[in-house]
């Protein structure tokens, strides 16, 4: 008999995910989060997640980080299977989780050592770390501890930390979620600037409908929980480099995001209204 | 609503023609056609034969799929000066498959004017490729360019919005107003442009992608005078009408049982016992319900399409004009 043996590999593809639920199990019974996700992202492109509280959105990103196991399905990266954290997935969360006991540098070095200490002598490992707060734009800041400095500032440290492990995948989880309207505008250009630069493939999650649209190449929407599951996606087809001013009078922009929050707060809006 | 007004109404489709591979399968002849006002365009027509890859329905036989032509002139299309002489500006040809093997091609033309407010389109899925399903192609008329901007970008899952939710069913699937419903996913920019029904049928085609056909019309220009769902009993044997819509009378009910189509009767049950879409100019005179109701709305005519999936009958739509 013959056999085809070679699998076609798309190189472009970063990250696969393939039918995977996700169920917690309660004390009234099994809780269905998710259900039927099917994803793919692609090398280079920035995707985010949106949906009401409750509809499994960081659940969802949790699974891709490997903080959690899917109860069922599978989820490849750069077509090798996902079974827990590791450096070629950086995360960067709300709460910026730096260690408040060291500096600024040091707490990109501690994320730097644990991928590139094997390869790299120290000198070489400092200037990764240095390159990332300088890619943020903290190389001010290097010896500051994480208490002297502002919440701006601790996410970019936290963004310099996670690139600085050149992941595969940037994860963020309401990176911005804590910040001040102007802080977190001016964080929004900065991550697009980095984005940019490095070429890095982001998913990201979101309550932000503008944020979505400034940022994404894709928006996933996904439906109310439990059992939730991605409705729709968006395609978002705006030139880069992208600029919040002249966006805000731009017809195809206002289209997107008048589709997102119709999705949200007509077609999916009942949360809401129980609440 | 007064049916008078109603039929009064230009449809959204305007004319509906059958294409039936010949005894030896080498060309598609004329089988059937409703043309309405459009009869130098019937005349045409019924003369003659498509060969594979041949003019439209010849496309969508070789292509093995739904065809959305929005320009006639220049395209592989052979009666162009004739559907312009009649005002018609699209053609969708819809191929009937039974498994590998092609039943009929169903051909319509949609007209396109100043108070026209309405959009085809096809979606599809590759599950090879993908478990979006996205815009293949779609007529917008001169008035719907916000509506097209969004439809080109959005892609639905499985069972979400209609084409999702045609896809998942293998059913036709029908709302009558957008803008309330939470299953159109385009809701806000479908009532910018007037688009206020939707009527989503799947396609039977051949190989493993998936089509629906999206029709999108205004209440003004409906896409058909009445539409209405059959579905076969579990042998096969009897038709059963699930619901529908009339723009004379609303909502129509589903059938209690007893007003059922026996296979092989009138223009429905001779599109389930074919698998062949079929055109009854005489809609007041087919038995049953179908004739009943084309009596009180003053419906003339009804068009069964058979909506097949992997050589199965899972239903037979029926349009009235």
């Known amino acids: ?275 | 609503m007064d049916a008078a007004v109603v039929t009064s109404k230009k449809t959204f489709i305007r004319v509906v023609e059958v294409w039936v591979p010949s005894n030896d399968r080498s060309t598609l002849e004329f089988s059937a056609g409703l043309y309405g006002s459009a009869k130098r365009f019937g005349a045409t027509s019924r003369q003659m034969c498509f060969g594979l890859g041949e003019g439209l329905p010849g496309q969508a036989w070789l292509e093995g799929r739904p065809i959305v032509l929005k320009q006639f002139a220049g395209a592989n299309f052979r009666r162009t000066q004739a559907a312009h002489a009649e005002g018609l500006t699209c053609g969708i040809a819809l191929p009937v498959f039974a498994g590998d093997f092609l039943t009929a091609v169903l051909v319509i033309f949609c007209g396109d004017d100043e108070a026209h407010a309405g959009a085809i389109e096809l979606w599809s899925n590759d599950p090879a490729a993908s478990k979006d399903m996205t815009l293949d192609d779609g007529y917008y008329g001169s008035t719907a360019d916000a509506f097209e901007f969004i439809s080109r970008r959005t892609a639905f899952r499985q069972g979400h919005g209609l084409p999702g939710l045609a896809w998942e069913s293998r059913l036709p699937v029908f709302q009558e107003d957008l803008g309330k419903g939470e299953r159109f996913l385009r809701a806000d920019s479908a009532i910018k442009v007037g688009i206020n029904r939707g009527f989503v049928l799947p396609c039977a085609t051949r190989g493993a992608s998936t089509f629906v056909m999206a029709f999108l019309s205004a209440m003004a220009t409906p896409i058909v005078r009445r539409f209405e769902t059959w579905l076969p009993d579990a042998d096969g044997e009897r038709l059963t009408r699930s619901g529908g819509f009339c723009e004379a009378t609303g909502t129509v009910p589903a059938g209690d049982g007893h007003d059922f189509i026996e296979r092989g009767q009138g223009t429905l049950g001779r599109a389930a016992f074919t698998g062949v879409p079929m055109v009854g100019e005489s809609a007041a005179s087919e038995p049953g319900l179908v004739g009943a109701a084309a009596t009180a709305a003053g419906l003339d005519a009804v068009v069964a399409v058979p909506v097949l999936h992997d050589g199965r009958l899972r239903a037979v739509v029926a349009w009235y004009f």
């Open chain 1, 1 to 275: 008999m013959l056999v085809n043996a070679t699998p076609s590999i798309n190189t472009r593809r970063t990250l696969q995910i393939q039918d995977v639920g996700m169920v917690f199990p309660t004390k009234r019974g099994p809780f269905v989060a998710l259900r039927d996700i099917n994803l793919e992202v692609q090398r280079g492109e920035f995707v985010t997640l949106i949906g009401h509280s409750g509809c499994g959105k960081s659940t969802l990103l949790n699974l891709v980080a490997g903080l959690t196991t899917p109860s069922s399905g599978i989820m490849l990266l750069q077509e090798r299977e996902l079974t827990g954290p590791g450096p070629d997935r950086g995360v960067v969360f709300q709460n910026h989780s730096l260690l408040p006991w060291l500096s600024c540098l040091d707490n990109v070095l501690l994320a730097v050592e644990r991928v590139f200490s094997e390869k790299e002598g120290k000198a070489q490992l400092r200037e990764r770390a240095l390159a990332a707060l300088d890619l943020v734009g903290m190389s001010h800041a290097v010896a500051k501890r994480p208490h002297e400095i502002s919440g701006g500032m601790k996410q970019r440290v936290g963004i310099a930390r996670a690139l600085a492990m050149e992941p595969k995948m940037l994860l963020m989880d309401e990176p911005f979620g804590a910040l001040d309207a102007l802080t977190r505008a001016r964080l929004q250009d900065e991550l697009m600037k980095i984005v940019a630069t490095t070429g890095a493939t982001v998913m990201m999650v979101t309550h932000d409908v503008d944020e979505a649209v400034l940022l994404s190449d894709r928006i996933v929407m996904m439906t109310n929980g439990p059992a939730a599951t991605i409705g729709e996606v968006l395609r978002v087809d705006l030139p880069r480099p992208r600029v919040r001013v002249a966006l805000a009078e731009n017809r195809d922009y206002v289209q997107y995001r008048k589709e997102v929050i119709d999705f949200l707060y007509t077609r999916h809006s009942h949360v809401e209204k129980a609440a």
